[in-house]
């Protein structure tokens, strides 16, 4: 996440300053349109903010050093078309996002689960899930 947030801001900082020279030199009155200017600013904006979160987290994924969670939580698998895209695990107060690889036999419900992930990013690195408190594990792919 931390390297497309970054080629992404870089990549839409160069576009705009591209489009701004290009532009120019064809037409010396040419001004970008606010509309134009508003759309740039909010995907930098956008790109940005992922990217210093993800940085934030860098320390913690360059260690390894994950948070653990055991107990109950709620899965949601998001998704368009045959397959899901995205999953979602509602631990506590905090929504641990994973991609749906490795995990393609999984279903929206209740479980119990044990789960690591990075603290800030809440992006998850390992899931196992339970019927429930000692019960069978879930097969999950």
Known sequence: ?????????????????????????????????FRNKLVYAFLIFAFGFIFILSLMDLPNVLTNKTEHYEGKCEVWVYGGGRTAESMEVSVDERMISFSTQGYSKVKDGLYYCEVDYYPITEQGTAL??????????VDLD
């Open 128 to 137: 196992k899930l339970y019927e429930s408190k000692g019960k069978n594990l």
């Open 1 to 33: 996440m931390l390297a497309i947030s970054g080629v992404g801001s870089i990549a839409i900082v160069a576009s705009f300053i591209y489009s701004y020279k290009w532009n120019k030199e064809e037409d010396a009155s040419y001004k970008i349109p």
